[in-house]
């Protein structure tokens, strides 16, 4: 157990609707990254998110939102979903001290299916 | 895109045995992490090697880097029908410091028998 959670567990949309995916991070950390993992692929870099502010991102279009919060949670936001948005989305915490950024630790995923 | 590549990208072998997995990159690299994951499920942070590290042992695992040839190689030792997983790299390319971003390979599908 990473002590990282997230929520739901599972979630079917069709497409066109947005999608709000939820990660608390562990305690002590206070950078948390997003991943998209379809199936049979290895994650991929969303974004990521340390005080407050998105710092870093990967080749996602902006319909892929997020939010960190003062207690170190956050949120990822999907507007207008398409099909090929159905994938595990994976949230990992870790702690940055100055420029650096220590082990990520994932949670167990959230399973978004569109339809 | 994916950076790092695994290979091979399914094994098999008898409870026992030993496995090994190599990962090949194409950039320069901060660190390189090796990950488990169980059915789809959340990733498991195995271990961490740095850019000037040549070799690194946890437990059952050995984990070794060659900067010059960009790949790394993770044996598990003694292997156990529990270790059955999916087993990726990832590479915090260099420079990234600042973004933490992880480049994952697609994965290396280990099935231990007993």
């Known amino acids: 157990e990473t002590g990282v959670t997230q929520s739901p567990t599972h979630l079917i949309k069709t497409r066109g609707q947005q999608v709000t995916l939820r990660c608390s991070s562990q305690?002590?950390?206070?950078?948390v990254s997003w991943y998209q993992q379809a199936l049979g692929q290895g994650p991929q870099f969303i974004f990521q998110y340390y005080r407050e502010e998105e710092n870093g991102r990967g080749n996602f279009p902006p319909r892929f939102s997020g939010l960190q919060f003062p207690n170190y949670s956050s949120e990822l936001n999907v507007n207008a979903l398409e099909l090929d948005d159905s994938a595990l989305y994976l949230c990992?915490?870790?702690?940055?001290?100055?420029?650096?950024?220590?082990?990520?630790?994932f949670g167990p995923g959230t399973r978004l299916t569109v339809l | 895109s994916q950076q790092g590549e695994e290979d091979p990208q399914a094994l098999s072998i008898q409870e026992g045995e030993n496995a090994t997995m190599n990962c090949s990159y194409k950039t320069s690299i901060n660190n390189l992490q090796w990950y488990r994951q169980n059915s789809g499920r959340g990733l498991v942070h195995l271990i961490l090697?740095?850019?000037?590290?040549r070799e690194k042992h946890s437990g059952r695992l050995r984990v070794t880097l060659d900067t010059s040839k960009k790949s790394s190689s993770l044996l598990i030792t003694a292997s156990r029908a529990a270790d059955t997983a999916s087993y990726f790299c990832a590479t915090a390319p260099w420079g990234s410091s600042n973004t933490g971003k992880l480049i994952f390979g697609q994965g290396t599908t280990l099935q231990v028998k007993p």
């Open positions: 090697i740095r850019s000037n590290e």
């Open positions: 990992a915490s870790s702690l940055r001290l100055g420029q650096y950024t220590d082990t990520q630790y």
């Open positions: 305690s002590g950390h206070n950078t």
